[in-house]
């Protein structure tokens, strides 16, 4: 070889050395950058665990609060709200009864015919969305609401029979937290869920509704008024009496329950005639310093408009979860490449709705397809490696079992308080001495969209009910999906209220 052939020989040496260097430079890069993203992971993990022993401290948080929301004004984050529902429909009520649905991002009016022996006969539904400007900016809403409704009660009346009574009677399902004076009038105290209508806070939402309904000439009774967790529950109690409360886990998360008038100690002397009224409890704002909370729930809060408020429901509902997910993404996305560059999507709040959550966790593709889809579409994070597409399930898993636990924690918290846990009392499933106590059926009414049609959630938060619960205790809890309980359950609940079949239709809670 002359002196040219070894220079040549030691220039392409030289340069396989550059590019081995890059190369393995670019792996160390990618290894790190990898193992970057599993520590946002471990942590997202370790910040968002529900062992059960941590699960059942939440469960005596609840309880404790509930105690707490009931003896006095104020006394808890959880409000504990009367409702003054102190009977729940028979299955005798007949006759056509109206209900308006108001409480996500669309708005419902219905028209439901009774027919006794626990019968619904029909029920006609009609559904708007809500007008995005309405529900930030004052009291057009209302006018909105009753001309869609004299719309629909017009299309209904010329084609079926008009409604015998001498005037409409209708369920009002208003889903925010209200302050009742009455079963059929209360003020709203503040809104949830995105919806912030200043001048609305403070008003009796169902005069609001009558006099718009006066304005528009529609000669309708505003019968009832009250939150979907109380349609729900009447809904359950009208298929089965043993139904003792009620969960919405959907775009925002509440509860309430049949209480006894004489627990309810901040009403004392307002309920001797009656042996126990429904409690709207306001759940999604309950907060306990055992709650798993991560950084990310802290900045979502502190983003949102109402911070410090519905921290429960921050962690639960679907109006959040998405949100949760985006952030971690974003993270990992900031702390390496593997995402490639940072999109700007990621920095959109709400850009990620839970439905699309439930969709990447429940990608069954062995190439998960669908996460590979979102992420281009929404988040507009092309060409992601499996891996990646993988750890993005892993988040979605994370985020969304933290919630249904948590939901379950919930309910096992109100059982507590009702002495339908296993452990309490006389309905508990053993005694100290380990002799058998017969435990009572129980059945909690649920609906919502993430418990029921997303089916991870609704495994995780049926399997931490039983593992809080125990083997023994469990089989007799029973959680009911209930369909359209906050539709239906207000016709419902109009009929057993109103003046003309009250006597006939009274079923005060026995408890
Ligand atoms: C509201 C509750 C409602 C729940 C479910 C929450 O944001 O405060 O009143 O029951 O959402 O719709």
Same mark, same amino acid.
């Given at each position: 070889m002359g002196k040219v052939g070894v220079a040549l020989a030691a220039g392409c040496a030289a340069a396989a050395c550059v590019v081995a260097a890059v190369m393995v430079g670019r792996s160390v890069r990618r290894r790190r950058g990898w193992r970057r993203v599993v520590r946002v992971l471990e942590e997202l993990e370790e910040g968002c665990a529900t062992t059960v022993g941590r699960l059942r401290q939440v469960v005596d948080a609840m309880a404790v609060e509930m105690h707490a929301g009931l003896a006095s004004e104020g006394g808890s984050k959880l409000k504990m709200l009367l409702t003054y529902v102190h009977d729940l429909p028979t299955g005798n009520e007949k006759g056509i009864y109206y209900a308006l649905d108001l409480g996500g991002t669309n708005f419902r009016v219905l028209r439901v015919k009774l027919g006794g022996q626990r019968c619904i006969i029909e029920h006609d539904v009609d559904l708007q969305p809500i007008p995005q400007h309405l529900m930030t900016s004052s009291s057009e809403l209302f006018d909105f609401i009753a001309t869609s409704l004299k719309d629909f009660v017009e299309r209904e009346e010329n084609i079926s029979e008009p409604s015998q009574r001498e005037r409409r009677e209708l369920g009002f399902t208003f889903s925010f937290p209200v302050k009742q004076t009455s079963s059929s009038s209360g003020t709203l105290m503040k809104w949830t869920k995105g919806f912030s209508i200043e001048d609305a806070v403070g008003r009796d939402v169902s005069q609001c509704l009558q006099e718009a309904l006066s304005r528009k000439g529609l000669d309708m009774q505003v019968t009832v008024l009250i939150n979907d967790t109380v349609g729900t529950l009447a809904l359950g109690h009208y298929h %089965? #009496? %043993? /139904? +003792?409360a009620a969960v919405i886990i959907g775009t925002g998360t509440n509860a309430c329950y049949l209480e006894r008038a004489d627990a309810i100690i901040k009403c004392q002397g307002l309920l001797t005639t009656s042996a126990g009224m429904v409690i709207n409890m306001e759940w999604g704002n309950f907060w306990s310093s055992h709650l798993p909370r991560t950084p990310y729930d802290a900045e979502l809060d502190a983003d949102s408009p109402n911070p410090n408020d519905q921290g429960f429901e921050k962690m639960i509902s679907g109006m959040y979860l998405g949100d949760i997910v985006r952030r971690v993404i974003l993270r990992m996305s900031q702390e390496s490449d593997v995402f490639g560059p940072v999109s700007s999507k990621l920095h959109e709040p709400f850009i990620l709705r839970t439905p699309m959550v439930a969709a990447m966790h429940e990608d069954d593709s062995s190439n998960l397809n669908e996460v590979a889809q979102i992420l281009k579409d /929404?988040? #507009?994070? $092309? %060409? +992601? $490696?499996l891996n990646v597409r993988k750890l993005v399930v892993k988040v979605c898993d994370v985020v969304t079992r933290r919630a249904a636990r948590l939901a379950a924690a919930g309910i096992v918290g109100i059982l507590k308080k009702i002495g339908r846990d296993g452990n309490s009392g006389m309905t508990g499933g053993k005694t100290k001495g380990g002799s058998r106590i017969k435990m009572r059926r129980t059945v909690v009414a649920v609906e919502g969209g993430l418990y029921a049609n997303y089916t991870m959630f609704r495994e995780y938060l049926n399997e931490a009910m039983r593992q809080i619960l125990g083997e023994d205790v469990a089989p007799y809890v029973i959680l009911n999906v209930t369909n359209d309980g906050s539709g239906i359950g207000a016709a419902l609940l109009a009929a057993s209220h109103s003046a003309s079949t009250i006597t006939e239709n009274t079923n005060f809670i026995v408890i």
């Open positions: %089965d #009496e %043993d /139904t +003792v /929404t988040l #507009e994070i $092309p %060409d +992601v $490696p």
